[in-house]
């Protein structure tokens, strides 16, 4: 019987896009006055922070002073609409596949969560992406406060959407222990290698691409898990 799957947003619907990432960031950069490469860097070393603390705005001011910068509010905002707009388009750049994937769940029965490290700007991009009328629930990090593994996040899924941990799947590429995390609330766990293989971070589970999910939670044992525990 259907029940409910959270899943991970980057390297799990959609690719991480990385390298446009960092492009968006120099170019951020320059806007702001300081070194690209620099901010660049400072952008990877503060992921932590960016998850659950700062603002998109806050943080290219808070960077940029870090740097010797001193932007003004009017350059804060042009570089920080250009994370919004970077995070605008990846959400509407999962693959059609998973699209049809996520439909077909849908379709079967099963209720969606999301549950995803992110930071402000793609939380306030979601409402309007393609991806979050397919959702029943998103949690963001740096919405709720917490960041996967903690299992507070997991959590207030499973609250969002009415059922407890124990009934849920979560799917996942396995980025920052949140398969492990996921585990210990008592979720269900499979792991995705369509964007990116961490075969060494999980020995369960694995699906090629979500259009494999429907099959494995209809005939493996992971089905029959949830199925047992609703
Ligand atoms: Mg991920």
Redesign the pocket.
């Known amino acids: 019987m259907p029940g409910t799957i959270l899943f ?5 619907l959609l690719d ?1 896009a990385d390298a446009q990432r960092d492009r968006v960031v120099a170019r951020m950069g320059e806007i702001v006055g300081v070194d690209p490469v620099a901010l660049v860097l400072a952008y990877h070393v503060s992921w932590r922070d960016r998850l659950v603390r700062w603002s998109a705005e806050e943080t290219i001011r808070l960077l940029a002073r870090r740097l010797g910068g001193d932007p003004s509010p009017e350059q804060v905002t042009r570089a920080a609409a250009l994370r919004l707009e970077l995070a605008s388009w990846l959400l509407n750049s999962a693959p059609a596949g998973t699209l049809v994937a996520l439909d077909g769940l849908r379709a079967a029965g099963w209720r969606l969560g999301l549950v995803s ?1 992110a930071t402000a700007e793609v939380a306030e991009a979601w409402p309007s992406s393609g991806l979050s009328r397919r959702f029943d629930a998103a949690v963001f990090s740096c919405v709720a406060g917490v960041a996967k593994p903690d299992p507070g996040i997991y959590q207030a899924a499973a609250s969002a959407l009415g059922v407890a941990p124990q009934q849920c799947v979560f799917v ?5 222990g ?1 398969l492990a995390g996921a585990a210990a609330v008592g979720l269900t766990v499979v792991r995705t290698a369509e964007f990116v293989d961490r075969s060494g971070v999980w020995s369960g589970p694995v699906v090629g691409s979500l259009a494999e999910l429907a099959d494995l939670l209809g005939d493996a044992s992971v089905g029959r898990d949830v199925a047992s525990a609703a």
């Open positions: 991970d947003l980057f390297h799990t991480g490290n996942g590429d396995g980025a920052d949140e």
